[in-house]
């Protein structure tokens, strides 16, 4: 059987664009790359780091690709998502891989050819920016979040399984408010805490050899994601707001708390509550279960 | 030239011990290593692993040993340094590899024997504790803090540089109060922050599959030190107390500024802060300056 191949335009090619290209040509999925960055010194670097084959305009891709991956800022998206929209093919893919969905996916509901969109968040990332940031296992062993399938034609939702698929990931499905208020609470916030770890530190302690000498304590891994692009998170935060406002006010106020049994140096309390947290021991080394996968199959998807 | 080799005894056969036992061992800098713990399970564990030869009394260990390791949480290490000291033999070297280390230096000066006494900080660890956590690269690469050198004598220190080369660290010299401070800044700080990521993400989101779908977008990484060991970490909070609840006021007014601007919407003033806190990639990825090595050379020590 002759194995299905795409034309597959991307629109942002940094780390996440980027990293999908690359997996989307060492596969065979894609037969023939499109790539468009509204940055031209990034779109030049990624058409020689051999990212995409050609550059073209946001309406020439989507006219001339099967699939259209959207991966730009969540600021940038609306704006992005409905130029697509408007020109897309009939039997073409649209999808983006932005870290908010609520938004976007209220917006899309207004937008022509709405069945050919299924919104994505790929759970995959790094703290490095740019086309040179790529690298084609991004994705490999990730979930990508799918959110409000019943908006998507069967068609498009097939394709989007092909798609998550190939780039080496395991579907799962959530309604777009719920994903943006989970994705708060496990990702935002981590995001926010290590930003303000590594201010603190870096007013705190101004002699870096300190820093560099010390950090092998385990402020290395905490701090990894203050190396974060500015560009990609302040939008997230504003975006999400509301899910993440929420939770910082319990992060700060568990913070309050737990200062208060150390300067009380109530070390029984200090003991007792480090012990019910270890349990996130078992939870991140938890197995996917047999449920889960169950779960996930392509074949239970309930089509509207 | 005959290569030296030592008794080494170490107590504490946990993490740290049993992995100074390690290496030690495989490069022979100990010809014999005698073993203690409180916890009798992990004695009897650290025997049965082959992390040390024999198990003894601490009185016996002090008179038997040409080094001897301290290797016990926090508030453990009094006493223990204390029976050590009176009973160690003329020539032999005592340390302690404590995260804290002011209390006990200042405890060290009025006990017998004390310039063959050096406090050490190894800053290496790993979430993960007892005698199975153990393993012998532990050390590799990593900077050991000597502190309040001018109190130990040229032999004692003479041999801890040996040891600490032995283990694959390059030395660094503290004054014990500055060590608290740095550390509190750069290693205590992080421990709460994940400890609180960790409590609060429990909290909010009670189920499971979501954190564990979505730890892979930075999660993961803030939160593992939430998996460390609270008979550790209770005692250092308590311990360091001074220091750490200055820094983590500091920490939750930076929560609380960003708060402000996240609720603000004001994206511009987000993205210029994240910009300036980017810094600490070039902080994280500095190597090694030829004036630090000169600095740490031991024979820049200056005896008192």
Redesign the interface.
């Known amino acids: 059987m002759a194995k299905e191949q795409f034309t597959v335009g991307i629109i942002g090619l940094g780390l996440i664009g980027g990293s999908a290209a690359l997996r989307l040509r060492a596969t065979g999925f894609a037969s023939r790359l499109l790539g468009h960055d509204s940055n031209p010194q990034h779109a030049a670097r990624a058409l020689e780091l051999g990212l995409v084959d050609s550059l073209a305009t946001t309406e020439e891709m989507a006219r001339a690709s099967d699939i259209v991956i959207i991966a730009v800022p969540v600021?940038a998206a609306p704006k992005v998502l409905q130029q697509v929209m408007a020109a897309v093919s009939e039997t073409a893919l649209v999808v983006d891989f932005g870290?908010t969905k609520q938004r976007l996916c209220a917006l899309a509901n207004g937008l022509p050819n709405r069945s050919q969109y299924v919104a994505c968040h790929p759970?995959?990332?790094t703290?490095y920016t740019g086309p040179e940031a790529a690298f084609s296992t991004l994705y490999a062993g990730?979930?990508n979040?799918i959110c409000d399938r019943e908006h998507s034609s069967a068609q498009a939702l097939g394709r989007a399984l092909q798609l998550t698929a190939a780039l080496g990931m395991r579907p799962?499905y959530m309604d777009s408010r719920d994903h943006d208020r989970?994705?708060a609470?496990?990702?935002h916030?981590?995001?926010?805490?290590?930003?303000?770890?590594?201010?603190?530190?870096?007013?705190?302690?101004p002699d870096?050899?300190?820093?560099?000498?010390?950090?092998?304590?385990?402020?290395?891994?905490?701090?990894?994601?203050?190396?974060?692009s500015?560009?990609m998170?302040?939008?997230i935060?504003?975006e999400n707001?509301a899910n993440?406002?929420a939770?910082?006010?319990?992060?700060?106020a568990?913070?309050?708390n737990?200062?208060e049994l150390?300067?009380a140096?109530?070390?029984?309390a200090?003991?007792?509550?480090?012990?019910?947290?270890?349990?996130?021991?078992k939870?991140?080394d938890?197995e996917t279960t047999d449920e889960?996968i169950k779960t996930d199959k392509p074949e239970t998807i309930k089509q509207a």
Chains 1, 2 share one sequence.
Request: a positive charge; aromatic letters at 10%.
């Open positions: 600021n870290s759970i995959a990332g703290e990730k979930v979040i799962r989970h994705i609470y496990v990702s916030l981590s995001h926010v805490s290590s930003f303000m770890l590594g201010q603190t530190v870096l007013e705190v302690e870096e050899k300190n820093i560099f000498d010390m950090a092998g304590s385990g402020f290395a891994s905490t701090v990894r994601l203050a190396k974060s500015p560009a998170w302040a939008p935060f504003t707001a993440l406002l939770v910082l006010d319990r992060y700060i568990n913070l309050h737990f200062k150390i300067a140096g109530d070390e029984q200090l003991y007792e509550l480090m012990k019910k947290i270890n349990v996130i021991r939870v991140l938890r889960t």
